[in-house]
């Protein structure tokens, strides 16, 4: 009987949770007639008590009204077009990822949003974070998050049962998000192959983070090489700044013989890091064209420009806010970037965006 007791509460507040979601996501609109009793206790495994303790739960927060001989219907006085909290779950900082927060505060004022920002971190309780979120109830979930600290079943119980929306990148490998607003990094690789190709270059050393490429990564550099016509082992070097970094030798022997004549970093920050190496390697980069990632600081030094790819994250905030308020249930967008041409001690600027790449 005490087990029964204290399940009983458990179940009907999982049952209202799971509606009040619905809700929020748009999936029931004001007015529209609430699910059956008996719909609700099979679906969610659970007794028609369970199921009627949901619904006083429900009525008490006034997201349903009950009306004699007509049934049960979620209440047409709810305005689900009013300001919406979402909360942003992200690995991103601002020291890694310059001008990141900015554009979303900049968005979110502009399209009703309050948003609540949670950084967390893979090796520490960022379940405990996700708590403390919760229990302020946003509306939805902004994830941007790296594959390798978080499994995905994990993030999306953690933050059940409100809708989740992913951010910027998706590196679940072989699994498809159901709603994303991404930054089309295939075509950012793609684009910058394409590029220095164009400009002549017949070897290219790419500087990543991690050797090997994780396997989504894999995927992005399979599809740009082949859109730039490109191929690894000959006309493309993968290198990580890990392995740089610990093997001083690494530069040495890729420049040895036919030396790349140009190097292609997964961020700005890894182009620098890469020509501070260089230098202390003695290896000649004066001549070596130059191209990043995500415009940042780095290669805009005065008199040390460097081109970089740049993903509009003011468009990414705009459009996944748009479905959130909408209360979009399905989507998948891609964003694409655009290239800025920098000449090195000149400052000049050209943008671009290569619109016929389709990869």
């Known amino acids: 009987m ?38 609700l ?46 909360a942003l779950i992200t690995t991103v900082q601002e020291k890694s990822f310059e001008n990141y927060f900015e554009p979303l505060l900049a968005e979110a004022a502009d399209s009703n949003v309050i948003p609540i920002v949670g950084v967390i971190d893979g090796e520490k ?30 993030l999306l119980k953690a933050c059940a049962p409100f809708p989740c929306y992913f951010i910027n990148r998706w590196e679940w490998h072989g699994i498809k998000p159901e709603r994303a607003v991404l930054n089309d990094y295939p075509a950012a690789y793609g684009m910058a192959l394409r590029y220095l190709k164009e400009r002549g270059h017949g070897k290219v050393l790419i500087v990543g983070h991690h050797n090997p490429p994780y396997p989504f990564m894999r995927e992005y550099f399979k599809k740009a090489s082949t859109w730039a016509d490109m191929e690894f082992g000959k006309e493309l070097i993968y290198t990580s700044i890990g392995d740089i970094e610990r093997t001083p030798t690494v530069l040495k022997k890729i420049f040895a013989e036919n030396a790349p004549t140009a190097v292609f970093g997964l961020s700005d920050y890894l182009v620098h890091q890469f020509l501070q190496y260089a230098l202390s390697a003695s290896i000649d980069t004066s001549n070596l064209d130059k191209i990043g990632l995500f415009d940042q600081s780095y290669s805009n030094i005065p008199g040390h420009e460097f081109s970089s790819i740049r993903f509009n994250l003011q468009k990414i905030w705009k459009t996944v806010f748009n479905y959130c308020n909408k209360g979009k249930n399905s989507f998948v967008e891609y964003i694409k970037p655009e290239i800025l041409i920098k000449q090195e001690g000149r400052g000049e600027i050209k943008t671009g965006i290569m619109k016929e790449i389709i990869l």
């Open 2 to 39: 005490e087990s029964l007791l204290t399940t009983a509460p458990a179940k009907s507040q999982m049952v209202a949770d799971h509606i009040v979601a619905e809700i929020r996501a748009g999936k029931l609109t004001p007015g529209a007639r609430m699910y059956g009793m008996r719909e």
């Open 41 to 86: 206790a099979s679906r969610f495994q659970v007794s028609f008590t369970a199921v009627n303790q949901a619904y006083n739960i429900l009525e008490d927060k006034k997201m349903i009204v009950r009306k004699a001989r007509s049934g049960t219907f979620i209440n047409p006085a709810l305005k689900t077009n009013a300001t919406k909290m979402l």
């Open 125 to 154: 309780d960022w379940q405990d974070t996700i708590k403390k979120i919760i229990m302020r109830e946003p509306d939805a979930f902004l994830i941007d998050v790296e594959a390798r600290q978080f499994k995905l079943d994990e």
